[in-house]
C-alpha cells in the first residue's frame, strides 16, 4: 500500500501501509503497462495511487486519453480517504481511473456473476504487511477462503499480503502480467511455501529483485519485486540484487530466463541467494564432513507455562511470597540474551538470580503438607491476573503446575540476529520456550558436550542456518525445531579431530565469544573445522564465509564489503535458479 498523505505514521503501521519509493512505483509500473497503450491495470490495495499514477502517465505516453484511462485505471482500498486521494491526484496529474472503496477480499474474481471488476492486463501494487497477529477474525477468515478459491491454502500464520497476492491474481488474464513489492520472508518462511509453489504453477517465468538496503521509511521489513507473467507454470526464476531502488533503471529481465532443476516441495527460496559455486561447495561439504544436528540429539521445545511473566519469578518475588524452594525449579530466564557464551554455568546463573532476573519455575508439588500459605497467596494473585484463563492452563489438569521439560545438555537459539548457536547447560537447570533444548544421545562421546557448542560456530553451520531458518522483519532468524534438527554441524570425526586442535584454548574462546568478539571466534573455529577437519583450502573456507556472511548481512539489511552493488551504470548480475 502506498500512502502520501495526512494519515498518521501509527495509522498507517496498523494497516501495514508505507510509502512506496517511487523509483520503485515507477519500475513496476513500466514492467505492468510494457508497451501496450490498451492495458488494464489493477491496484488491490491502491492507497493514494503512487503506483496507478505511474501506471497513467506511462499509458498517457503511449498515447491513452483521459477518457480511456477511466476504464484502464483501477484501484481498490479499504481506507475511503486513500481512495478520495487518490482521484485528486490522478486528476490533477492530467489521468483518471475507477476507484471502489471496499475490502478487497469482499470482490468476487471476474468468473462469478456478482463481479464488480473485469480480468485485468495488469496486476500491481504493494499489499499491506499485517502480521498474523493483527491479521484476525473476520478479516482473515475472508481472505484465506478467497486465496482458496484460486487453489491455495494458507495458514493461519500467514501474514495478509499473501492472501492477497494470491486472490488479486484471480483478476489477471491468463496471460497477464504480475508486478508487486513483497516482504522478503515470501523467499523463507514455512507458511510462505503455499505461495511460492502456486506461483510455479500459475506463470511462465518469475523474476525477483532483491535489495541490499531497506527501502521503506519508517518499516524494518526488506521487500523483494516479484515480476511474474503468462501462464502454464514454469521451472526457473530470475534473481537480480541490487543496492537499492536507483539502480533500478540499470536492470532488464525482459528476455529469455535460464531453467534449472526444480527444487522439492519444501525448499524455500533462500537456496536461490546463493551463487551455485557456493551452493555446490556447502552441498559438498555438508555431504562428506556435516551430520544433522538430530544425529545428536533432537530440538525439543522448553516448558510452555501459558503466562512467563507469572510462573517465572525473580529472587525478590520468591522471598517476598516466602515460596519455598520445594516449590520451584531452577532455570535459565526467558530469552537467550542471558545465553553470550557457549556454556551456561552456575556462576552465569547465580549472577542473574543476584541481578533480579527470572532465574525460577514456579512448579509447586501438590501434596498438601508441603502446601504453604505464602504460596496459595500467589496464586491467588494468578487468579485476580486471570492466569487460569489462558488457554494453556486451561487444559491442564492443575493450572497452576506447567508440565516440565526434562533438563537437556544444550539450549539451542530459537530466535537469533548473527547466527543460530547451541550453549552448554553445564548449570543443569530448566527451561521454557522462549529458546530450544537439547539432549544428548546415550553413545555420544565425552567430548561432545564442550566440544559442540563451540564448534558448531563454524561458517559451513552458519550458513546452514540461514538457508534452513527463517527470516523475519528487524533482522531476525526464528529455527522450529524441525529446522534446527536439520542444522547441518560437525561429524563425530571432524568434530574429534577439531577439538584436539581447539579445546586448549575454549577458556580463551568463550572469553571473546561473551565479550561481542564473535568474527574472531568463527575464523578460529573456521581453520579447525573447515581446515583441518574437513580438509577445504583456505580459498574454499574464505567462501563458505562469504556466503555466510552475505546471506546474514542481506537478512540483517546491512551490506557487507564484497557484497554485490550496482555502481553507475553497470547492470547488475543475474543468478538463475529453478523455482
Given at each position: 500500500m502506498a500512502l502520501r498523505s495526512t494519515d498518521t505514521p501509527a495509522l498507517r503501521k496498523a494497516r501495514g501501509a508505507f510509502f512506496t519509493p517511487k523509483p520503485i512505483a515507477d519500475y513496476l509500473a513500466d514492467w505492468a503497462v510494457e508497451d501496450?497503450?490498451?492495458?488494464?491495470?489493477?491496484?488491490?490495495?491502491?492507497?493514494?495511487?503512487?503506483?496507478?499514477?505511474?501506471?497513467?502517465?506511462?499509458?498517457?505516453?503511449?498515447?491513452?486519453?483521459?477518457?480511456?484511462?477511466?476504464?484502464?485505471?483501477?484501484?481498490?482500498?479499504?481506507?475511503?480517504?486513500?481512495i478520495r486521494?487518490?482521484?485528486?491526484?490522478?486528476?490533477?496529474?492530467?489521468?483518471?481511473?475507477?476507484?471502489?472503496?471496499?475490502?478487497?477480499?469482499?470482490?468476487?474474481?471476474?468468473?462469478?456473476?456478482?463481479?464488480?471488476?473485469?480480468?485485468?492486463?495488469?496486476?500491481i501494487g504493494n499489499p499491506p504487511f499485517v502480521r498474523y497477529q493483527e491479521h484476525a477474525g473476520l478479516g482473515r477468515k475472508r481472505a484465506q477462503r478467497a486465496a482458496m478459491e484460486q487453489g491455495v491454502r494458507i495458514s493461519g500464520l500467514a501474514s495478509s499480503w499473501?492472501?492477497?497476492?494470491?486472490?488479486?491474481?484471480?483478476?489477471?488474464?491468463?496471460?497477464g502480467r504480475l508486478a508487486m513489492v513483497l516482504p522478503v520472508e515470501l523467499l523463507s518462511v514455512g507458511y510462505a511455501e503455499p505461495v511460492r509453489q502456486w506461483l510455479k504453477r500459475r506463470f511462465k517465468a518469475v523474476h525477483l529483485v532483491m535489495f541490499e538496503r531497506l527501502q521503506f521509511e519508517g518499516a524494518q521489513e526488506r521487500v523483494?519485486?516479484?515480476?511474474?507473467?503468462?501462464?502454464?507454470?514454469?521451472?526457473?526464476?530470475?534473481?537480480?540484487?541490487?543496492?537499492?531502488?536507483?539502480?533500478?533503471?540499470?536492470?532488464?529481465?525482459?528476455?529469455?530466463?535460464?531453467?534449472?532443476?526444480?527444487?522439492?516441495?519444501?525448499?524455500?527460496?533462500?537456496?536461490?541467494l546463493l551463487p551455485v559455486e557456493q551452493r555446490q561447495l556447502?552441498?559438498?561439504?555438508?555431504?562428506?564432513?556435516?551430520?544433522?544436528?538430530?544425529?545428536?540429539?533432537t530440538p525439543?521445545?522448553?516448558?510452555?507455562?501459558?503466562?512467563?511473566?507469572?510462573?517465572?519469578?525473580?529472587?525478590?518475588?520468591?522471598?517476598?511470597?516466602?515460596?519455598?524452594?520445594?516449590?520451584?525449579t531452577r532455570i535459565?530466564?526467558?530469552?537467550?540474551?542471558?545465553?553470550?557464551?557457549?556454556?551456561f554455568t552456575q556462576e552465569d546463573w547465580n549472577g542473574l538470580r543476584e541481578r533480579e532476573e527470572a532465574t525460577w519455575l514456579l512448579h509447586p508439588r501438590v501434596e498438601s503438607p508441603t502446601w504453604t500459605k505464602e504460596l496459595a497467596a500467589y496464586l491467588e494473585v494468578g487468579k485476580r491476573k486471570g492466569v487460569p484463563a489462558a488457554y494453556k492452563c486451561q487444559v491442564r489438569k492443575l493450572w497452576f503446575r506447567p508440565p516440565l521439560v526434562p533438563v537437556p545438555d544444550f539450549f539451542f537459539t530459537y530466535m537469533a540476529h548473527w547466527a543460530p548457536r547451541l550453549i552448554e547447560n553445564a548449570a543443569g537447570v530448566a527451561f521454557v520456550n522462549s529458546m530450544h533444548g537439547v539432549t544428548l544421545q546415550d553413545q555420544a562421546a565425552d567430548h561432545v558436550r564442550p566440544a559442540l557448542p563451540l564448534l558448531a560456530l563454524n561458517s559451513a553451520t552458519m550458513l546452514g542456518g540461514e538457508l534452513f531458518g527463517r527470516a523475519y522483519g528487524g533482522g531476525i532468524l526464528k529455527m522450529e525445531p524441525r529446522e534446527?534438527?536439520?542444522?547441518?554441524?560437525?561429524?563425530?570425526?571432524?568434530?574429534?579431530?577439531?577439538?584436539?586442535?581447539?579445546?586448549?584454548?575454549?577458556?580463551?574462546?568463550?572469553?571473546?565469544?561473551?565479550?561481542?568478539?564473535?568474527?574472531?571466534?568463527?575464523?578460529?573455529?573456521?581453520?579447525?573445522?573447515?581446515?583441518?577437519?574437513?580438509?577445504?583450502?583456505?580459498?574454499?573456507?574464505?567462501?563458505?564465509?562469504?556466503?555466510?556472511?552475505?546471506?546474514r548481512a542481506g537478512r540483517m539489511g546491512s551490506p557487507t564489503p564484497g557484497q554485490l552493488a550496482v555502481e553507475g551504470s553497470r547492470p547488475a548480475v543475474s543468478v538463475h535458479g529453478s523455482l
Open positions: 501496450d497503450p490498451s492495458a488494464t491495470i489493477l491496484d488491490p490495495t491502491c492507497g493514494e495511487s503512487v503506483f496507478l499514477e505511474s501506471a497513467g502517465a506511462r499509458l498517457r505516453d503511449l498515447g491513452a486519453t483521459p477518457a480511456e484511462l477511466r476504464q484502464q485505471i483501477l484501484g481498490v482500498d479499504l481506507h475511503q480517504h486513500s486521494q487518490s482521484k485528486r491526484l490522478l486528476r490533477s496529474s492530467g489521468l483518471d481511473g475507477t476507484f471502489i472503496a471496499e475490502d478487497f477480499f469482499a470482490l468476487s474474481t471476474p468468473d462469478k456473476l456478482d463481479a464488480r471488476l473485469p480480468q485485468v492486463d495488469a496486476v499473501a492472501a492477497l497476492l494470491v486472490h488479486a491474481c484471480g483478476f489477471l488474464k491468463p496471460e523483494v519485486l516479484v515480476l511474474a507473467r503468462g501462464s502454464g507454470g514454469c521451472r526457473g526464476f530470475s534473481l537480480v540484487p541490487v543496492a537499492d531502488a536507483d539502480d533500478l533503471p540499470n536492470i532488464r529481465m525482459f528476455g529469455p530466463m535460464h531453467l534449472t532443476v526444480a527444487p522439492s516441495n519444501e525448499q524455500k527460496w533462500t537456496d536461490f556447502f552441498d559438498r561439504v555438508v555431504q562428506t564432513s556435516f551430520v544433522p544436528l538430530s544425529q545428536y540429539g525439543r521445545l522448553g516448558t510452555v507455562t501459558g503466562a512467563n511473566n507469572f510462573f517465572c519469578l525473580d529472587e525478590s518475588t520468591r522471598h517476598s511470597y516466602a515460596i519455598p524452594e520445594q516449590h520451584l535459565c530466564p526467558p530469552g537467550t540474551k542471558h545465553l553470550p557464551g557457549s556454556q534446527a534438527a536439520s542444522l547441518p554441524v560437525p561429524s563425530e570425526e571432524v568434530l574429534a579431530k577439531a577439538w584436539k586442535l581447539i579445546s586448549g584454548d575454549k577458556t580463551e574462546l568463550d572469553a571473546a565469544l561473551r565479550a561481542g568478539h564473535w568474527p574472531e571466534v568463527v575464523k578460529r573455529v573456521d581453520e579447525a573445522v573447515l581446515g583441518r577437519g574437513a580438509g577445504l583450502s583456505v580459498e574454499s573456507v574464505a567462501r563458505l564465509a562469504h556466503a555466510a556472511a552475505s546471506l
